[in-house]
């Protein structure tokens, strides 16, 4: 048994000093501590660059947001034919261009749907009982 347990530990150890290239292993790798030397950084040139004027257009032409929804999204997708019949039926050419400003008028009719909506809009939330909104009959 002795015999065993010396021959066991001697494979042992022989396998762990190969994995660490005792045996034969070479180094045809790149010594990584081995360190080059690289080019010392250089200032770059002026180009006079001057200043823009007050009231003077950007160079640029647009401004940073638009560029980067260009860049993301590439500009306006084609509609498909059914995109396209759906917001015709929904009436898209019958849309009055300032009817946002018509309807925030003090002058405009409303309907008034009595305290209904404003109990619904007001009502807490959850599901607890005082939270139910009944509407009158």
Do not use: H, W
């Not at 946002?100 to 405009?108: F, H, Q």
């Amino acid at each position: 048994m002795r015999k065993f347990a010396t021959l066991a530990s001697i494979a042992a150890m022989a396998t762990m000093l190969s994995a660490c290239g005792a045996f034969g292993g070479g180094r045809d790798r790149p010594d990584e501590f081995l360190v080059s030397r690289s080019a010392p950084l250089v200032i770059p040139p002026e180009f006079n660059l001057t200043p823009p004027r007050p009231g003077e257009p950007t160079a640029r032409g647009a401004d940073s947001s638009q560029q980067a929804l260009q860049a993301m999204f590439g500009g306006e997708a084609p509609r498909s034919a059914a995109e396209g019949a759906l917001i015709n039926e929904a009436g898209a050419d019958d849309s009055r261009p300032g009817i946002r400003s018509t309807v925030g008028d003090p002058e405009t009719q409303a309907v008034d749907y009595g305290t209904t909506t404003r109990d619904i809009l007001n009502a807490p939330e959850g599901d607890a009982p005082e939270a139910q909104v009944s509407t009158p009959q």
